[in-house]
């Protein structure tokens, strides 16, 4: 409601006037808006308030609307930048048009995600007309573009990436392709290709690209993914693209209706739902690029099955591998979105594939797959006609055994494996999770001169930071996950050893581990539990609790001091956690607690448990590391178990 200061004046006129702008502002869900008006600007907006004597304030304001707006727009408004529609607008703007409430489209660990039913062609086009604005902006030695460049584009085969479905919700390629052409690119469709593929084709040219993907997330959400002309956009460049997008938005959403491009659901009005024809060069080039650092090797003798689901790259599956010698079987493909985690994969996505292999007569070496966009492996393999799965970080650990790599970089949340095998020696400082924190620390090693820089994800997904050679043959960098490259290392390696999978994977130090989620977990939430069981000191980033003290150590592994007060407030959260993750649950006493990324849980009999919410959804997942892959099951088990399950329980503890 508007001020009550503002209806201090004698003249019944201006009480009215002010209760008609009242009415206005609820209208149009502009309640939480502070109305303020200045003494000079009264004076200009008294003269009208005589024709306002007989307007009964409950009744409709249709009528008064155009003898006020022209008034309206001398008023200054303070609003609670929350929504997006909370933002001054002209009457006959796009925004007074809109017959939904507009839902910001935020990035998430990579790329920007968000719910299909909020994923308007205005949206979409509003994000990537700033991103490419900035992109413009920065110099080419810094992934900058320039106008009237080629700039490449793929998707996966989310429905919503190039069709318009429910509500005219999607249609993401058309929004992204009307966008490049406004802000005067080229946009070039490399069509349904994997996102590695499309990063590898951009790149090797300089050049801009937007995978647009829901990646590995539900069906029920999408986005897409903006790559620079150098590579992956980094967490550096979200800020000042924000900026962008808020001044674009602005910009469009108070455009006068009559001249948008948009209708008022957010759906393009004039401009062509058929997305542009696909050229095949991209897919060429990444198939080239496997085949061709291979040479001289082959799979031959190994029998694999594809499980296709509806993984952009099913097809390659196939080609790549049979291309270098194995004989492959396709099983599973499915025309209706299948969404993988390959992170969190849960029993009854594994049963699906231990179906399949078992109908499709099993004795295979191995079954390979992806997540929707073909950045993050899927391999299990046959120990006794059960398969067993491979976590991707286990799965990295063998890759860059394999690639002979100098330096590895990892997120936190992947198995410490890699601190007790001959890896230990090359491995980087451990980076928040996502892609653009390990591209980062890759970065820092090669800055220091390092070569065969690597690096990979708990999914599995594997990044190279520099040229690989092996037997003369070299892989060029790409800085981006991909999937292909480790699924190809990991059957290499057996292949050349003449061994299995299983025998290959048993030769990494006996660590094991498994993540699992809770879905639709409001982050709010999620990020109540982060809060509670954070140290007193935000630079405190790794805490031990030693027999009889505590100690505390920075980002760097620089110590910080810990005061008493300091101890008190340790000790507090330390008995806070042991209260949930208890003897009775398994647990013995917490020894250490680390929050490079959410909170990571050392216990002393070496359990891990590590809580740390989504950056792409509405998720609270939960990480392992154990001796024992049953033990390892069990706390991720017990970690999503409804509806008494260690994470819900967590929930309960900061609700109440």
């Not at 008294?46 to 304001?61: D, E, F, K, M, Y």
């Not at 002309?229 to 800020?239: P, V």
């Not at 006794?384 to 690639?403: I, T």
Request: hydrophobic share 40%; glycine share 8%; with cysteine.
């Amino acid at each position: 409601m508007i001020h009550e200061s503002l209806c201090s004046s004698d003249n019944p006129g201006w009480v009215i006037f002010v209760q008609c702008l009242d009415i206005i502002f609820q209208k149009a869900d502009l309640g939480s808006h502070r109305l303020a008006l200045s003494p000079i600007k009264t004076s200009v907006i008294r003269p009208p308030l005589a024709r306002l004597q007989s307007v009964n304030p409950t009744w409709g304001i249709t009528s008064v609307l155009l003898d006020l707006h022209i008034h309206l727009l001398l008023i200054q408004i303070q609003p609670n930048r929350k929504a997006v529609t909370e933002m001054p607008a002209q009457t006959d703007s796009l925004a007074a048009h809109l017959a939904y409430k507009p839902v910001v489209l935020k990035f998430g660990t990579s790329g920007r995600r968000g719910e299909v039913v909020d994923l308007t062609q205005l949206e979409i086009y509003t994000n990537v007309v700033a991103e490419i604005e900035y992109l413009q902006s920065l110099p080419i030695s810094e992934g900058g573009i320039k106008s009237g460049d080629n700039f490449y584009f793929a998707h996966d085969l989310r429905p919503s990436s190039t069709k318009l479905v429910e509500n005219g919700r999607g249609g993401l390629c058309q929004a992204v392709t009307q966008a490049l052409k406004d802000k005067e690119m080229k946009p070039i469709n490399l069509g349904d290709i994997p996102t590695p593929a499309l990063t590898y084709w951009a790149i090797t040219h300089g050049k801009g690209s937007i995978m647009v993907t829901g990646s590995h997330i539900p069906f029920s959400r999408n986005g897409y993914k903006l790559n620079t002309s150098k590579g992956e956009l980094m967490k550096r460049d979200e800020q000042p693209i924000n900026d962008r997008v808020a001044i674009t938005r602005e910009k469009l959403l108070n455009q006068p209706y009559s001249e948008s491009l948009f209708d008022e659901q957010g759906v393009f009005r004039n401009v062509s739902q058929e997305v542009l024809p696909a050229i095949p060069e991209g897919r060429a080039a990444y198939i080239k690029r496997y085949v061709d650092f291979f040479k001289g090797e082959t799979l031959q003798g190994f029998k694999l099955l594809a499980y296709q689901h509806s993984a952009v790259g099913r097809d390659l599956l196939i080609e790549i591998f049979e291309a270098l010698g194995a004989t492959v079987t396709a099983a599973g493909r499915s025309d209706t979105f299948v969404p993988i985690d390959t992170e969190a994969i849960d029993q009854a996505q594994l049963d699906v594939v231990q179906k399949l292999y078992d109908d499709a007569g099993k004795g295979f070496n191995a079954v390979i797959s992806t997540d929707g966009d073909s950045d993050r492996p899927l391999i299990l393999a046959p120990e006794s006609d059960v398969l067993r799965f491979f976590g991707g970080d286990l799965l990295g650990m063998v890759v860059a055994e394999f690639l002979e790599v100098r330096a590895a970089v990892v997120p936190i949340s992947t198995n410490d494996a890699i601190d007790r095998g001959p890896l230990a020696a090359v491995t980087e400082p451990k980076t928040k999770i996502g892609s653009p924190y390990v591209i980062s620390g890759m970065e820092k090693a090669i800055a220091k001169g390092i070569p065969n820089v690597c690096g990979w994800e708990a999914n599995g997904g594997f990044l190279t930071g520099s040229d690989i050679t092996r037997n003369g043959n070299v892989l060029t960098a790409l800085p981006t996950r991909d999937a292909f490259l480790p699924i190809l290392c990991a059957l290499f390696a057996a292949h050349n050893r003449k061994t299995t999978l299983p025998a290959l994977f048993d030769t990494l130090p006996p660590r094991f581990s498994r993540a699992s989620l809770l879905r639709k977990f409001p982050r709010p939430t999620a990020m109540k539990i982060v809060a509670r069981f954070s140290p007193p000191e935000a630079n405190m980033q790794d805490v031990s609790f030693l027999a009889d003290s505590i100690t505390a150590s920075d980002a760097d592994q620089a110590l910080v001091s810990v005061t008493e007060s300091h101890t008190q407030q340790l000790n507090q959260i330390r008995k806070d956690i042991e209260s949930v993750f208890s003897a009775n649950a398994g647990f013995s006493p917490v020894s250490r607690i680390l929050y490079t990324d959410g909170v990571r849980i050392l216990f002393k009999n070496g359990d891990v448990a590590h809580v740390r919410p989504s950056g792409n959804a509405d998720e609270l997942r939960i990480y392992s590391v154990a001796d024992t892959q049953e033990r390892a099951d069990d706390i991720a088990n017990q970690g999503v178990a409804e509806p008494n399950g260690l994470l819900r329980t967590l929930e309960k503890l900061v609700s109440a």
